[in-house]
Nanobody, 120 residues
């Protein structure tokens, strides 16, 4: 069984930074894809960042140059570094992890969400 847990959400002021973490635990053979989505109140969930452990990175236009996706080299944990945060970044952020589990089944696992509020 695989569990994915996000952390790092907080209330910050515009221009500040946050780093969100997405930790996968359990019977994991390999982590191959990493993603972050967000959903603001009253809006549809949108893909913010997506990447692979082989180095692919894609970002939605509104966060390019401000957000960076990375992975811990030693653990099945990936991060979303968010700099120069804006009020429009306020949302619940969800991470995804594409994992090959110990029973050789590949699935995309979702975390429970972490809240980011950007307000002065």
């Amino acid at each position: 069984q695989v569990h994915v847990v996000e952390s790092g959400g907080d209330l910050v002021q515009p221009g500040e930074s946050l780093r969100l973490s997405c930790a996968a635990t359990g019977s994991i053979l390999s982590l191959s894809t990493m993603g972050w989505y967000r959903q603001a109140t009253g809006k549809q969930r949108e893909l913010v960042a997506f990447g692979t452990t082989s180095g692919l990175r894609n970002y939605t236009d509104s966060v390019k140059g401000r957000f960076t996706l990375s992975k811990d080299k030693m653990r099945n944990t990936h991060y979303l570094q968010m700099n120069n945060l804006k009020p429009e970044d306020t949302a619940v952020y969800y991470c995804t992890a594409g994992i090959m589990s110990g029973n050789f089944v590949f699935a995309e696992h979702w975390g429970q969400g972490t809240s980011v509020t950007v307000s002065s």
